[in-house]
């Protein structure tokens, strides 16, 4: 490949073979000038699935500018076909050759992220009642969240970007494309098709293919009325009978101790560069929070020094709002729920090892992550497994990840703990000290240092003036922090001094409701602000203005904001617990142990503080310095990217114990069934707190009878008219939903 616009930041997919025949083939129509044909060839080299053949249709007057762009592009998967017929003709005698088990629609003005066809097969291979695959789309500033999920509305419009995958004999059965609709609309009349024979597709819930604009793609809701009459008309005439019976596909539901199906159904063997390490991390989620900012922290420092990352998150129904940061160090992230049934995970993982040669594997926080170890174990002897675990919780799953820690440890080459604290806590749990090693997360002190310009001006726009003590809790809104208490803390204080505390609280959480609600009835109002999530910068600013860092939790590692106060020079005030004491000394903070009298202890610390401004000073000072002195951020990649190739050497020197094809099986098998379970047990507790909050019903208003009279005589009169070949019924539905939403 001659064309290498890679930035460092991607995984280097470098295919095994260029000539191996292809998984899935790529169509697209080039008939407009000026499209940046290199690019789109670069956004499919770098795809993580390799294993594509490329067929861009030509006709007269695209044929020289589309040669001369990939004139400079030496790929044997590229092919360039004049087409003298329709698109739609010359697409489906191409699919007919093929060997490839799927094709895919790219459309000319868009760009598919590097796992998007990756994503679309294994999700087409491990579904088989489903015949179609895309995913979300942006323009960089909006997503198109629609598609698929739409159903029937697909009768009146289309929801698709043009770009999407189909499994061959699907297209095939379906009669594939012909010239009957207009090109701009090949993708609306293909999954319409696939509709007409009880065949319909899915959506990826994450935006995988890019544009320059969605109104040019007709993703927005003011494009429907820019469709003709000719074509509602055809679709009317031809598909008007799916109104009755369009396919209801359900997405099928994790059974009680299902089999593990182990098949690989696609190839994708990827080449490796001599010089790299590839890395698998385990994690629960892509989050914003202090263990997530350690990882971030990590794969920085990794990506720079001959290390390539592949991301698998293994939490369900969960809103990752933190892709963006994780993608800049690696474009290998797989959001395994968004594409893969969980019974799937543990093959998709395996999968996943062999194809990018994996050398390690890292658990961190990730609870299946532990629990499918013994499967991959069983599968990918070859590779290194390590852990990272922060901290341990006595309340949750009896001890939490260091115990899984502890548990899987002869199948792991060893852990790494962040405090001699976790350390010590799997030691006296069975762990053999000797397999685990520490290394603490440190903080990056150039980019979290003192801002005398930002805490005047964060002070002066909060009204704090320079006496007042401000206090800041930056942390997930959770019972295990105890975000509560800092509220009955700040109540005792005002108690005896009424203005000269303020609090901003930084995050979100469960108990936010809560939290808010003691707030009020303490009457805090004007003393605390919770600000929610903010952006690094934000909490950077609040901490700069800030005088002391309080943090009352139940349960801590050695916390990675405590680490960023301090080095912001705020006086951390912690509960005695993990191992904030490695971190936290008497010159420059306060650990107040968990006890009956704490809350008075918090109080008679905050208090001192508050009378003593030189203290104040000097323990700012301290803190600081010991951060700066012993917890530089620029010691923890080193560390950790000398641990991990220890890990690997020892395992190739002596490996742990193999675990048995038979037992890995069972393991995973297991891991699934507790899925399963925690499921159902979610569901029945969100049913109870639906129960428990339901307002009694109220009486409908006339505009709202109104309402419910239209949808339920008119909708069955309105799609039989729609199937009989009354289009211009469309837009009229639509200017009637539009006038009943303005009324009141």
């Known amino acids: ?91 489906s005698v191409r699919v007919e050759a093929t060997s490839a088990g799927y094709c895919c629609l790219l459309h000319s003005q868009t760009h598919i992220e590097p796992t998007f066809l990756e994503q679309s097969l294994w999700f087409l291979a491990t579904h088989p009642q489903i015949a179609s695959c895309t995913a979300q789309v942006t323009d960089g500033v909006k997503t198109w969240p629609y598609g698929f999920e739409q159903g029937n509305r697909f009768l009146e419009r289309n929801y698709l970007s043009g770009t999407l995958v189909c499994k061959r004999d699907a297209y095939i059965a379906s009669g ?21 024979n009880q065949q319909w597709g899915y959506t990826i819930p994450e935006a995988l293919i890019t544009c320059q604009s969605l109104d040019a793609l007709g993703l927005v809701e003011a494009a429907n009325e820019r469709v003709s009459t000719e074509v509602r008309q055809y679709v009317a005439r031809e598909y008007g009978a799916l109104i009755e019976q369009f396919p209801q596909i359900a997405l099928p539901a994790l059974r009680s101790y299902g089999a593990i199906d182990d098949h690989i159904p696609i190839a994708n063997p990827l080449g490796k560069p001599a010089h790299v390490r590839r890395v698998l991390v385990l994690m629960p989620w892509l989050i914003v929070g202090g263990a997530e900012r ?87 002897p070859e590779v290194a497994i390590v852990d990272y675990c922060h901290s341990g919780d006595e309340l949750w799953r009896n001890g939490g990840y260091p115990r899984c820690g502890a548990v899987y440890q002869q199948i792991m080459d060893f852990n790494i703990a962040s405090s001699e604290n976790v350390k010590q806590w799997m ?26 310009l930002a805490r005047q ?12 003590v401000l206090i800041v809790f930056i942390g997930r809104l959770a019972g295990e922090k105890r975000p509560r208490m800092i509220a009955e803390i700040i109540a005792k204080l005002c108690e005896r001094d009424p203005d000269m505390f303020r609090c901003l609280m930084i995050g979100d959480g469960p108990e936010r409701g809560l939290l808010t609600e003691t707030i009020s009835r303490l009457q805090l109002n004007t003393t605390i ?9 934000a909490i950077r600013d609040n901490l700069a203005a800030a005088d002391v860092f309080l943090l009352p939790s139940e349960t801590e590692g050695i916390s990675v904001a405590i680490f960023e106060a301090m080095a912001m020079g705020v006086i951390p005030m912690s509960a005695r617990v993990g191992g904030q004491a490695e971190l936290v000394t008497a010159d420059c903070g306060f650990l107040i142990p968990r006890d009956s009298d704490e809350l008075a202890e918090y109080v008679a610390a905050l208090q001192k503080l508050s009378a003593e401004p030189l203290l104040r000073q000097q323990m700012q000072h301290n803190a600081r310095q010991r951060v700066e002195q012993h917890f530089p951020l620029s010691g923890f990649g080193p560390h950790m990217a000398a641990l ?24 995973a098998i297991q891991a699934l069934e507790l899925q399963r379970v925690e499921r159902a047990l979610d569901e029945v507790w969100a049913d109870r707190e639906r129960l428990r909050s339901q ?50």
């Not at 290199?38 to 249709?57: E, K, N, P, Y």
């Not at 594939?176 to 007409?196: C, F, I, Q, S, T």
């Not at 069975?430 to 903080?443: D, H, S």
């Open 1 to 91: 490949m001659s064309l290498d616009t890679q930035p460092n930041r991607y995984f280097h997919f470098i295919p095994y073979d260029l000539n191996r025949a292809e998984e899935v083939l790529v169509l697209t129509l080039c008939r407009e000038a000026g499209v940046d044909w290199a690019s789109i060839a670069s956004s499919l080299m770098r795809q993580s699935l390799q294993t594509w053949r490329w067929v861009m249709l030509v006709d007269a007057n695209t044929i020289q500018e589309v040669t001369q762009a990939m004139a400079a592009i030496n790929d044997p998967r590229i092919q360039i076909d004049m087409v003298d017929s329709s698109f739609g003709l010359a697409c």
């Open 176 to 196: 594939g494309l012909d010239n009957a609709m207009p090109v701009e609309y090949a993708d609306w009349d293909l999954v319409l098709k696939l509709a007409r």
């Open 294 to 380: 350690v990882n971030l922290n990590l794969f920085e420092y990794l990506t720079l020094h001959g290390y390539e990352i592949s991301i698998a998150t293994t939490l369900l129904n969960v809103q990752h709002n933190w892709v963006d940061a994780f993608a800049q160090y690696t474009s290998d992230i797989f959001l395994l729920d968004h594409f893969l049934h969980v019974s799937d995970f543990p093959r998709f993982l395996a999968y996943l090892i062999h194809s990018r040669k994996i050398d390690l594997i890292m658990v961190s926080n990730s609870y299946f992550g532990y629990q499918v170890l013994p499967y991959l174990r069983s599968c990918c």
């Open 427 to 452: 030691v006296e749990r069975g762990a053999l000290p000797e397999r685990i090693e520490v290394a603490y997360t440190n903080v990056d002190v150039e980019y979290w240092k003192p801002d005398p």
């Open 457 to 468: 001006r964060v002070r002066s726009e909060l009204g704090i003036r320079d006496e007042q």
């Open 529 to 537: 602000t919770i600000l929610g999530r903010i952006s690094d910068q």
């Open 644 to 667: 991990f190739d220890k890990a690997i050497l020892q395992h190739a020197l002596n490996p742990p114990a193999n675990v048995s094809t038979g037992m890995g099986r069972e393991h």
């Open 695 to 744: 307002a009694p019903t109220h009486t409908l208003t006339t505009i709202g009878l109104i309402k419910q009279l239209v949808k339920r005589i008119g909708g069955p009169i309105y799609r039989w008219a729609v199937g009989h070949g009354m289009p211009w019924l469309v837009p009229a539905r639509q200017r009637l939903t539009v006038l009943l939403r303005g009324l009141r």
